[in-house]
């Protein structure tokens, strides 16, 4: 079946760096998204890798490697507000813009 | 722009009955999906409606329904809830197009939390 693997916690301080991996196994793939959710809110989309390579958005980067099917969210300056779960997400093989499959999540927590 | 507002925000039932959920996608939306989130198995798709058709759905129970209408606002409806239907119940929201697109950005609401005791 289709999964995405991810680390269910990470710790890290704040000014840091760190990286959220995410394997995934699917049939035909096409691409993987980053989505970012505060307790008691909304999921919200950081970003998406449609191609191999790294997505640099602000202090926010993402990697895609298909070949590997590995990705990556890296967070740089790392601060408190960050602390967050963040998911990865990739489209189910003949789905559609709405239909994704998620990882389980992984729960960054900063520390000063 | 308004954000995708679903309602309501919390809600308590009992096994058995039934609930309906609301959810308003962003004006121009016309993809609305949704998605049970639990604690032990994370956020899991459950349906997506375009123009007004169910244009997929995830792997649950017929209990589990939904529909959309013109206006692109969409309900989704539970019956004969059981325990295991408590979760936090998202909806989606994007400007969906009349094909298959893959990735790109969604669009969530604030959930609507239900209890089933």
């Known amino acids: 079946g289709q999964s995405l693997e991810q680390p269910s916690e990470v710790t890290a301080v704040e000014g840091a760096i760190v990286q959220i991996n995410c394997t995934y196994q699917?049939?035909?793939?096409?691409?993987l998204s980053w989505y970012q959710q505060h307790d008691g809110g909304a999921p919200t989309f950081l970003s998406y890798?449609?191609?191999?390579g790294l997505e640099e958005t602000g202090r926010f980067s993402s990697f895609l490697s298909r070949s590997d099917s590995y990705g990556y969210l890296l967070l740089q300056e790392l601060q408190m507000k960050d602390s967050a779960s963040y998911f990865c997400?990739?489209?189910?093989?003949?789905?559609?813009?709405?239909?994704?499959?998620f990882g389980k999540g992984t729960k960054l927590s900063v520390k000063p | 722009k308004a954000g995708v507002t679903q309602t309501p925000r919390y809600l308590i039932k009992t096994r058995g009955q039934q609930v309906t959920l609301s959810c308003s996608p962003i004006s121009g939306h016309r993809s609305v999906s949704w998605y049970q989130q639990t604690p032990g198995q994370g956020l899991q798709f459950l349906f997506e409606y375009f123009s007004e058709t169910q244009r997929n759905k995830g792997n649950f129970p017929g209990r589990f329904s939904g529909r959309q209408f013109s206006n692109s606002r969409s309900e989704m409806n539970v019956s004969t809830l059981e325990l295991g239907d408590s979760a936090l119940y998202l909806c989606?929201?994007?400007?969906?197009?009349?094909?298959?697109?893959?990735?790109?950005?969604?669009?969530f609401g604030e959930g609507s939390r239900l209890t089933v005791l």
């Open positions: 989606a929201s994007s400007p969906g197009t009349s094909g298959m697109i893959r990735g790109g950005e969604l669009f």
């Open positions: 997400a990739g489209p189910n093989y003949g789905g559609s813009q709405g239909n994704l499959i």
């Open positions: 890798n449609a191609l191999d």
């Open positions: 699917t049939s035909g793939f096409y691409g």
